[in-house]
């Protein structure tokens, strides 16, 4: 027996171990109301409700059908008990043509719910993708892709299940009841009472599993999100893991996780089991019961006809069946109610404010491109990034932030491009707070060159063009060959397949298309966030000249950790924890001999030992005494 197979006791938890649980786990949810879910999604379905109504009729006409196919079996049976050929025909062939027509609209009512169903979801998983784009970065930041993905996916899948689950058919189902139970009750009110007499059971059955189920249902979800959480990260951590060797220490985490997720739908499972196993005993006990009662009545002075018999035995399994499947569907209603219990949180998080805000901050001056002033902001409450920032950068004028890591600098791009909102302070572009800008107006007016360049599944001309409509190629290959792309547009093209998150390209390569993407948008404002850093010297020097004519004429901020590459900016702004300490040109600032100018040399330091030519021999190490 291997070592895994054996069964091991649980493993206690590290710090970091909870706190990954404590990431990837979602909080419970409070008490649903399925009356106000309901509410919420009919905006989703009420475009398509002419599909339910014409549904719903075609289900009223089939629980009516329905209703007279045990008259006519009974009638069946009693013209083959008195030997009448000419009536068994016919009401043999009465009862084929119910059947035929029965099949034939249970087909259309099925197919045309569904139809409805699917137009719902897919409204309803369009809003959901729309309002994350609308969410706040800052959410993101604390909320893992898995479970975003799963809202989207599985958890509008199971509100789907209502329709092609039938569940919107119970309403058939307690038409066909009330419709069997009013024929029975004429037909035999004796025997009825005794099909009746086991409805309490069904009742407290139903009961105990509705309790559990939901809570079942709840935990399937919760587990799912954390299932496809983990699985995310992992996929996109591939790398890393196999780079430390941490398959093993992966796979027995992950072990844990599908172990919960199993164990959450073997609670669901069982009670599903339960119900429907519970409602088919009872069945069975009333068509005996029936069947005895009626063996004593031939005994008695009321004898109870065959045919009877049969047409209440045929009624009974039409009384428990939409009882079984009410009880199935109801099944599928909890898992449907606990999704939509996810969606609609996820839908209740409270999301940034597209549209423009009313700002009482006076406009800046015309020939002003950016500005912050007096601007404080934090992350993380109570740990601030910012303090008191106050920094004006005119048109056309190109500025360089520096400093150590961490000490603000891609922040300034985050609050000018409004990724978030300032705690404190006035952030202007183009002279106007930007929370009087809608979000899309502010950010047309900005090309972005970020650090960590993501590139989308496609082709490298709709990676260029990804900023505008309708791809112009001539405008997509002026914009790689002049940010010096010549070797890869004359390698790959313009139609060269891209894979997820450009993965078949060098970091080199993906940062050019990135400097093309935005010479391709061609936008007033210009924010280049380290955007040399996956660049090797040879394809840097290239870049310079194409760099200086792209900021010609615009307003940039260049953040920049390699200085070398920032030392013809109009002027350079050098961050200490969160505060402007100096500014000026790079000459200026050289001969200040402040902060900037050790940065410098510690560059050129660096650059130096790694130009330095490698060892020939490793130098021995003296023995100890």
């Known amino acids: 027996m291997s070592a895994r197979s054996k069964k091991q006791p649980p493993k206690k938890l590290s710090r970091g171990d909870e706190r990954l649980k404590e990431f990837h786990e979602e909080s419970a949810l409070g008490k649903a109301y399925d009356t106000r879910l309901f509410k919420r999604l009919w905006p989703f379905v009420a475009p398509h409700r002419v599909f339910i109504w014409v549904s719903l009729l075609l289900l009223l006409l089939l629980s009516a059908m329905n209703l007279v196919r045990p008259l006519l079996m009974g009638e069946v049976v009693k013209s083959a008990s008195a030997r009448d050929g000419t009536s068994l025909l016919r009401y043999g062939a009465l009862l084929a043509g119910v059947v035929v027509v029965l099949q034939s609209l249970t087909f259309a009512q099925t197919y045309i719910l569904q139809i409805a169903g699917a137009r719902a979801m897919a409204d309803l998983r369009r809003h959901i993708f729309r309002f994350m784009q609308t969410l706040e970065l800052r959410y993101f930041d604390k909320t893992p892709v898995g479970r975003l993905v799963t809202r989207a996916s599985s958890d509008v899948d199971a509100v789907g299940e209502l329709f092609a689950s039938g569940v919107l058919n119970a309403v058939g189902d307690l038409v066909s009841l009330t419709g069997i139970v009013i024929t029975m009750l004429a037909l035999d009110w004796r025997l009825s009472l005794i099909a009746f007499a086991a409805l309490p059971v069904v009742i407290v059955i139903t009961n105990f599993v509705r309790r559990r189920s939901r809570e079942a249902f709840r935990d399937i979800r919760t587990k799912t999100a954390r299932l496809n959480a983990f699985l995310n990260e992992q996929v996109s951590g591939i790398a890393v893991v196999q780079a430390y060797a941490k398959e093993a220490a992966m796979a027995e985490e992950f072990d844990g996780i599908n172990e919960a997720y199993r164990q959450a739908n073997k609670q669901s499972i069982f009670y599903e089991a339960v119900l429907d196993a519970a409602i088919e005993m009872v069945g069975t006990l009333c068509i005996a019961s029936v069947l005895f009662w009626a063996g004593l009545q031939r005994i008695s002075d009321h004898p109870v006809s065959f045919a009877l018999v049969v047409t209440f035995t045929q009624y009974i399994k039409q009384f428990f069946e939409p009882v079984s499947m009410l009880a199935q569907r109801y099944t599928m209603l909890q898992s449907a109610m606990a999704g939509a219990e996810r969606i609609f ?107 960590d360049v993501f590139l989308f599944a496609g082709t490298i001309l709709s990676n260029v063009s990804l900023s505008l409509g309708e791809a112009d190629r001539g405008r997509a290959e002026a914009a790689l060959l002049r940010v010096g792309a010549d070797d890869l547009l004359a390698r790959r093209g313009l139609d060269a397949p891209v894979d997820e998150r450009g993965a078949n390209f060098s970091a080199g390569e993906r940062q050019l298309i990135a400097f093309a993407r935005a010479l391709y948008r061609d936008a007033p404002l210009l924010i280049l966030d380290e955007a040399t850093a996956s660049i090797d010297s040879d394809t840097e020097s290239k870049l310079q000249t194409a760099l200086a004519a792209v900021m010609e004429g615009r307003s940039a901020i260049v953040i920049a950790h390699r200085l070398s590459t920032i030392q013809a900016m109009d002027r350079i702004v050098v961050f200490h924890k969160g505060r402007i300490v100096e500014e000026g040109t790079h000459a200026t600032l050289i001969a200040k001999d402040g902060l900037y100018a050790r940065l410098h040399r510690l560059q050129l330091a660096s650059q130096a030992g790694a130009d330095l030519p490698a060892p020939t021999a490793t130098p021995s190490i003296p023995a100890g005494p």
Do not use: H, W
């Open 345 to 451: 949180q996820l839908l209740d998080t409270e999301a940034c404010e597209t549209g423009k805000q009313d700002v009482t901050s006076p406009d800046g001056d015309a020939n002003e491109a950016m500005a912050l002033e007096n601007v404080t902001f934090a992350y993380k409450p109570g740990v601030p990034v910012l303090n008191g920032v106050s920094l004006r950068i005119a048109r056309g004028e190109r500025v360089a932030l520096v400093g150590a890591t961490g000490a603000g600098k891609s922040t300034i791009a985050s609050l000018v491009l409004r990724l978030y909102d300032a705690n404190d302070g006035v952030v202007r572009v183009l002279g106007k707070d930007v929370r009087g800008y809608d979000r899309p107006e502010l950010r047309s007016q900005f090309s972005v060159v970020p650090q």
